[in-house]
Each structure stands twice: as C-alpha cells, then as structure tokens.
C-alpha cells in the first residue's frame, strides 16, 4: 500500500514515489505574519495582539522520483503529472500521520532525468498551513 496520494490516486499508480524528507518539510510550523505590536517606552517588552494572528503561505519542497517501465510509459506518467500540477490546487493525502494539504505548485527545481526516470524537487505553497486537516 502506497503511503501517498495526489488528488484521491495513489502515487505509485502515477508512476511516483515521494522520497525522503517530505514529513519534516510538511510538518514544519508555519510563519506567522508581522502583527499589531506596541513597544510602550515605559513598559518591559512588547504587547502583541495575538488574537488576530496569521499566518504566511508556507514553501513546501517535496522530493519526488518518477519512473516508467518504457520511454512512453514514462513519458505519459509525466505528461499526465504535469497536468495534475499545472491545473491549480492538488490535493496531497499523507496516509502514515493522516493529514492532508491542499497545495499549489509553484516551481520544479533540482530536475535529473533520463530515458526511463526523472528525479525533482517539486515546490508547493501551503497557503493554510494553520490547518491540521485529518483525512475523512
């Protein structure tokens, strides 16, 4: 059983396989935006108003590895990811922590490929990296 899915499809079905390091990078705490601080010069320290925190999109590097059994095969696994990423939001199920993440792509870097492969970093915002949304 394969421990990632991309919009409801199991990732090894799409010919991918997330390697390691995804967790510490999808599990990071977000940056919280500047907030409303007032540095009273006859008080100690600052007064933040934490009622109204937010937060900043969060850049999310996923390593990925792409494998086809032939040059077509591979290349129809990689035609039919690129459009995956290039039509907007995906969804990306972590079935170990049972968490998802609804990401955007926003850039493919470290890019390695051959006949059969290709290995990448595929770079996601999390625009809601508040959120801890379980998988239902």
């Given amino acids: 059983m394969t421990n990632f899915k991309i919009n409801d499809i199991p990732t090894e079905t799409l010919g991918i396989t997330i390697l390691e390091g995804v967790y510490s990078e999808l599990l990071k705490l977000p940056k919280p935006k500047d907030t409303l601080v007032n540095n009273w010069k006859d008080e100690h320290g600052t007064e933040r ?78 625009d809601f990296p508040q959120l801890n949304t379980p998988i239902v």
């Fill in 49 to 126: 108003d934490l009622a109204a925190r937010v937060y900043e999109s969060a850049v999310i590097n996923i390593p990925v590895l792409l494998i086809g059994s032939t040059v077509a095969d591979f290349v129809a696994k990689r035609t039919a990811f690129n459009a995956m990423m290039l039509n907007g939001r995906f969804n990306l199920k972590c079935l170990d922590i049972n968490r998802q993440f609804d990401l955007v792509y926003t850039d493919t870097t470290n890019f390695k490929g051959d006949d059969y492969y290709a290995s990448f970093t595929l770079v996601c915002a999390d």
